[in-house]
């Protein structure tokens, strides 16, 4: 038996020849979610549910996976730091270098940019200590261009050091840039300035620059890139997420599904469709984790939703997860109760039907009325049949002889 612990509940009604009945999912949704409740389960259900996986991927919410660069950047930055303290300064270099190129693809992510800033301040530092002037000045150049704050003091390096890096960094030259973002209706943020619809153009400091474009239903880029290069060009990738979740509110979709429930922290996704199949409420359903596995898919019918509704829960409480191999998200709407619902089963002919095909000799009222008259006449011969008459007569002689 596998517990529910937290699940979320999608209903949708459809069929080609049944109205898709917003009334008929909602009360399935209600049904399923007390089945749900009463099994012990903390259901989460309605439009808000995948309302809230939208804001918590507009707020940033990603796969843990996608961000594990942040950890391995951690680390190379730390052995870097120990490289330097023991004044390998060609080993912290290098691992310094590695910092900032696994950031580079990274920039659009909160936080990368002033850790990539952090790696080319300390690389500098580095180049520096080893002569390497001109490469020391460009790595500190660059992480001002990332971070506008970064700062070496003599708290941290020796004062030749921190004039070397206020030298390095105080702006001289200045360079036209262009840039232009695919598709049209971005926004564009160079450095620290405003966003700005694109394209842009502006006067900056020469060298390199940190460019950010946004726009609705893609992905954010984000680029560290020379002004020589002008014009700077970007295009935005379509936020296939934000898509899929927003398909969530039609139809099932499988990257929808894992989005949504690990957005949220579910356990279980409970997918069903409800319809009318042969005359009778049906719900078919099935689990999904989100990590890709689902169960069996179980179809249900019953003489109420409420009734199916339970025992559609009961079912696929006690199926496991055996489908783990691109299991198909529409299969509750492909199933043939809601995609090919059935007719009613046809009721026998009417009482008025079977009279209407009756002969007249055959009807019941005509033997109705026939028995109605017999028996009124047989009354009446009855009540005009003559009474029993007695005659008595008596002979007396004795009356004559007066």
Known sequence: MHALILTAVLVYAGGPTQAKDPAARRAAERS????????GAEPLAGE???????????????????????????????????????????????????????????????????????????????????????????????????????QLTEARVRPDVVRAFRAATAAKRTASVRVEVVPDGAEVQLGQGPLQPAPVERE??????????????????????????????????????????ERLRERPDAAGL?????????????????????????????????????????SLHASSIELAAKQAVDRLRALPERDCARPEATAVLQAQPIAHPRAPAPLGPSVAEHHRRLR????????????????GTVGLAVGLQPSRTDVHATLNGTAFSH
């Open 32 to 39: 399923l979610v007390e089945a749900l409740q009463a099994s």
């Open 48 to 150: 808000e549910l995948i309302e809230r996986a939208q804001a918590a991927h507009r707020a940033g919410w990603v796969k843990e996976g996608e961000l594990a660069f942040f950890a391995e950047t951690e680390r190379l930055g730390a052995e870097a730091q120990r490289a330097l303290d023991r004044v390998e300064l060609d080993e912290a270099r290098a691992t310094y270098a590695q910092v900032e190129q696994l950031l580079a693809g990274e920039l659009r992510w909160p936080g990368a940019a002033a850790r990539m800033s952090e790696a080319a301040l300390e690389r500098g530092v580095a180049l520096f200590e080893l002569k390497r002037t001109d490469e020391a000045q460009a790595a500190w150049q660059r992480a001002v261009a990332l971070d506008p704050s970064a």
């Open 204 to 245: 900056l400091p020469a060298g390199e620059v940190l460019v950010r474009a946004a726009a609705p239903g893609r992905l954010p880029a984000a680029a560290l890139a020379s002004t020589s290069a002008s014009p700077i060009r970007l295009e935005l990738a379509p936020d296939e997420l934000a898509a899929s979740l």
């Open 258 to 298: 894992r989005a949504l429930g690990e957005s949220l922290g579910v356990e279980d996704v409970m997918v069903a469709a409800v319809g009318v199949d042969a005359g009778q409420p049906v719900i078919v359903a099935r689990r999904w984790r989100p990590g890709g596995c689902a169960s069996e898919l179980v």
């Open 360 to 375: 007249w000799y055959q009807q019941p009222w005509l033997y109705a009325g026939l028995l109605a008259v017999t028996a």
